[in-house]
């Protein structure tokens, strides 16, 4: 094996120019150390492909971690107990689930295409919000549509409030199963208060459902309102508008968390404006090339 120009799996967004691995130098080196303090015999050096070369051999041969993401999680880098490599250097395994049905359909690519639990879904975007670029974005996780009912988090956010603390653009995504249901069908919710874009978006283009409806509205009166629902200030208002997006993208039914997250994903990229969500989020695009970013987002375990 050698660490070539481009061949790696996806790694953490925070690492936009890979080279050969997602890995840094020096986290090669901590990699090497903790080898060498369990009596394997490894070089020391500069050589970053000489390195990883070497890391390779021994962690197939003693430890069977066939690729480098792997690495992380043999028991000598566990005990190193370096956050930044064990969550910050890859992006989340995909799902066991996607390999399983790889092997029950013989294999068939068309096996991988199943939905996204909540826990896929919370651990990309946990790792977006760990970029320092969107250190003032806050992602509230996936959430069922009663989540006023089971008293979630979600239920106590203040746009105003998030603002006083340095937020000023927030992420959810709504399954429209209540919290004791299966799931049906995720949808998504991002704002800013700086551009004043409060978007709802649907894979399907529909309206939101009616909870949603009513979280909008309080965000509005929030932003107009503030903490105790009195009036503020002209010029300490937040104007809020909401809008949604019309287009129906997907036409299987797999990819609807994949959608969920593109939106929200994209939006953090952009200007975050409702040109912006136009462009990305009202603009089609076919199942086929959603389910793509799956390689792009999870590491896929089964290869």
Request: glycine share 8%; charged share 25%; proline share 4%.
């Amino acid at each position: 094996m050698s660490c070539m120009q481009g061949v790696h799996e996806p790694c953490h967004p925070r690492i936009r120019k890979p080279d050969c691995t997602c890995y840094s130098l020096e986290q090669l080196k901590k990699i090497a150390a903790a080898l060498r303090n369990e009596g394997h015999t490894i070089g020391a050096g500069n050589d970053k492909q000489k390195l990883w070369r070497a890391i390779d051999t021994i962690a197939r041969q003693h430890y069977g971690a066939l690729k480098d993401w792997a690495w992380k999680d043999i028991r000598p880098v566990r005990k190193l107990n370096d956050a930044e490599l064990t969550h910050m250097t890859f992006r989340p395994r995909a799902p066991k689930v996607w390999t399983l049905h790889v092997q029950k359909e013989g294999g068939s690519e068309q096996g991988r295409y199943v939905w996204l639990s909540n826990f896929d879904i919370d651990a990309v975007m946990a790792q977006y919000e760990q970029l320092k670029d969107h250190s003032g974005f806050k992602f509230y996780k996936s959430v069922p549509i009663d989540f006023e009912k089971i008293g979630d988090p979600l239920s106590k956010m203040n746009i105003v409030e998030l603002r006083s603390r340095g937020i000023t653009s927030f992420g959810v995504i709504f399954n429209l199963d209540t919290h004791d249901l299966p799931g049906s069908h995720w949808v998504a919710v991002f704002g800013d208060s700086d551009t004043g874009l409060l978007a709802f978006f649907d894979s399907y283009g529909k309206l939101p459902d009616r909870e949603i409806q009513e979280f909008m509205a309080k965000i509005v009166v929030q932003g107009l309102c503030g903490y105790d629902g009195k009036s503020m200030r002209a010029e300490e208002q937040i104007e809020m508008t909401p809008v949604w997006n019309k287009t129906r993208h997907q036409f299987q039914g797999f990819a609807c968390g994949l959608y969920s997250l593109y939106c929200i994903i994209t939006l953090l990229g952009s200007d975050r404006s409702l040109q912006a969500f136009n462009r990305h989020c009202c603009q089609r695009i076919d199942d086929q090339t959603m389910n793509e970013f799956r390689r792009a987002w999870y590491i896929d375990a089964g290869k």
